[in-house]
């Protein structure tokens, strides 16, 4: 399921305290080797915070697309058994440093944290939800298809110029070409 474009309204609600402005362009950087080894030392850390209640952590997003320009914040997703059971793991990643900052329970059960010491996204989900999927085929498709990975980098050069009141408005300029490889890589 794609995410809906969000107004200020949506995004402030989805916040925990307010949503940070930013009021400017996007800063892309060209993509670092180190990026794969912040997320091993994230999925580590992670995985000895909650043991088996991790049922699913991978890098995704565009740090985990070797040559894919990209916001320099490490996107990790993360399934637990229910993400709206917060008692059952929110404590225990906010002991080990990570911050709650955007609780979205009726999109996708979704939750995401940042890091202690590392610029991350913790996108938190429940099994079944639309985005595993969606994260594996984007990620994948990119990775093998270098004519996609141009695609989508020209579309992020082209929004990132702009300037944009929220990140999540960048974000969500880029979900019709999101949508479009998705669905390449779903009819490959």
Known sequence: MTRQQFGEKEIQAAWVGEAPKLGTTITLAEYDPEWPRLYEREEQRIRSVLGERVLVLEHVGSTSVPGLAAKPIVDILLEVPDSDDEDAYV????????????????????????????????????????????????R??????????????????????????????YADAKNDVIDEIIERARNA
């Open 140 to 169: 994948d498709r990119l990775r093998s298809h270098p004519e996609e990975l141009a695609l989508y980098l020209a579309k992020k050069r082209e929004l990132a110029a702009q300037v944009w009141e929220y990140v999540q408005n």
């Open 91 to 138: 404590p225990d990643l906010e002991a080990a440093g990570y911050r709650l900052v955007i609780r979205e329970p009726d999109w996708e059960k979704h939750r995401l944290f940042k890091g202690p010491d590392t610029n991350i996204n913790l996108h938190v989900h429940s099994p079944g939800n639309g985005q595993t999927e969606r994260y594996r085929l984007f």
